[in-house]
């Protein structure tokens, strides 16, 4: 089982991204989903959470009315739409996610992390 998280990049303040995070392998459900995010020096924090049926979605003060966490179950993808960036947002971003594999077992799964830069 693999997460694989993509579309960082370089974008400016004001500006969007949307971070993409797929689920590859023997899967049979993907359930809860979070992004976290980390920068040099300093812990890795929550950035969004929802759990399995979407009735939870938590964000960080931070972002609250700026990022908008997704998933699509059929697709065992989860997203991240990330509108007027920062620079205070200038991290890596990890996607996680609680998966059953086809063994019946459920684990928690991390992305290899993807960058974000806000810069002008």
């Known amino acids: 089982v693999q997460l694989q998280a993509s579309g960082g990049g370089l974008a400016q303040p004001g500006g969007s991204l949307r971070l993409s995070c797929a689920a590859s392998?023997?899967?049979?459900?993907?359930?809860?989903v979070g992004w976290y995010r980390q920068v040099p020096g300093r812990q890795r924090e929550l950035v969004a959470s929802?759990?399995?049926?979407?009735?939870?979605?938590n964000y960080a003060d931070s972002v609250q009315g700026r990022f908008t966490i997704s998933k699509d179950g059929a697709r065992k993808m989860a997203f991240l739409q990330m509108d007027n960036l920062s620079p205070e947002d200038t991290a890596v971003y990890y996607c996680?996610?609680?998966?059953?594999?086809?063994?019946?077992?459920?684990?928690?799964?991390w992305g290899q992390g993807t960058q974000v830069t806000v810069s002008s």
């Open positions: 392998g023997t899967i049979i459900m993907v359930s809860d």
């Open positions: 929802m759990t399995g049926g979407g009735s939870k979605i």
């Open positions: 996680n996610a609680e998966i059953l594999t086809s063994d019946y077992v459920w684990a928690r799964y």
